[in-house]
């Protein structure tokens, strides 16, 4: 055999020992990765079967199947203490710990390799806010709370037309031809009663049915005095003045006011005055005729109103006149 005979079985001999290493080197690789992986799976899931153990016991036995490790940060001793069954099989962390803690008060947090358990909010507040959450829907549902009621004069004689409105809002009404109205408002709100001539009112709703009598606030026209520089109350009042009823002016039988106001109010004049075609109107003078300082003229008041036509009224239709000498 030549030297490069011999020289080129050597070179593949070589050649045929390297591939064989190469592929005992991959096969080696590959299972190191394998075994890797599959040391990673399982420490990553878990398989437990465990009876009437507690809690506490379930986490033991967790760190002892793995390289996680529990941390308590707050006082939740009684509820490790509850005894419950496992048998879980090749689940994850997070699924045997979410079946551990399903009907308990733990809550937890995983960070790296640490287990973080702690107390969930206080039941207390959290029912209080899921009732707050679920009130609000609850309350709209209902229907609005609707205020009814009467509202009358002193005499108990309804009033029709009364403005009625909850304080500090839109909503409002009148009262009907008997009286009655209805508004729709909440408990606490104020309603405000308010009519021409009546004092307003305002009352604070506590029930369903708010019946009002409302106060007069009128003064009757009797009781004030109409002088030249405004009113003034009867009782205050110095000057001159002088009423006289229907009675009287229908006992002096006479077709005009003035003539029949003689004799009955002191210190006035009646004076027939000619005028064309023969006839005479009477008219009242004060003070005499030669008066300087003052009007000779008087301030009729006619049933409550100012009123200077006189001689076009019907004695009949006047219940009192008040003659004002100063006014």
Do not use: C, W
Request: hydrophobic residues 35%; charged residues 20%; proline residues 3%.
């Amino acid at each position: 055999m030549s030297y490069y005979a011999i020289k080129k079985r050597v070179q593949k001999t070589r050649v045929g020992r390297m591939s064989r290493n190469a592929k005992f080197l991959l096969l080696l690789l590959f299972t190191s990765i394998s075994g890797a992986y599959a040391n990673s799976y399982s420490q990553n899931n878990l398989t437990l079967k465990m009876n009437n153990v507690s809690i506490r016991q379930v986490f033991n036995e967790i760190e002892n199947k793995s390289d996680y490790l529990f941390l308590f940060v707050n006082e939740i001793k009684s509820e490790t203490n509850k005894r419950i069954d496992v048998d879980v099989s090749s689940q994850s962390i997070e699924e045997i710990l979410n079946t551990i803690t399903a009907h308990t008060n733990i809550s937890y947090e995983i960070l790296g390799k640490q287990i973080i358990l702690f107390e969930k909010e206080n039941s207390s507040d959290a029912t209080v806010r899921t009732e707050s959450k679920t009130e609000a829907p609850i309350q709209a549902a209902q229907p609005p709370f609707t205020v009814t009621g009467k509202v009358t004069d002193r005499e108990g004689e309804p009033l029709i037309g009364v403005n009625i409105v909850v304080a500090n809002s839109s909503a409002g009404t009148v009262t009907d031809e008997n009286g009655y109205y209805s508004i729709q408002a909440d408990k606490g709100h104020i309603l405000r009663f308010s009519y021409i001539g009546f004092f307003t009112q305002e009352v604070v709703i506590k029930s369903n049915t708010i019946n009002i009598k409302m106060e007069d606030s009128s003064i009757a026209m009797s009781e004030l005095m109409v002088v030249a520089y405004g009113t003034t109350d009867k009782r205050t009042y110095t000057g001159s003045v002088a009423t006289v009823n229907a009675e009287s002016i229908a006992r002096n039988r006479s077709n005009n006011v003035l003539s029949s106001l003689q004799g009955l109010v002191p210190g006035i004049q009646l004076e027939n005055k000619s005028q064309r075609g023969g006839q005479s109107t009477p008219e009242i003078v004060i003070r005499g005729a030669s008066s300087i300082n003052a009007s000779i003229q008087p301030l009729y008041i006619i049933d409550g109103v100012p009123n200077d036509a006189m001689k076009h009224l019907n004695p009949d239709d006047i219940e009192s006149i008040s003659v004002l000498k100063d006014a």
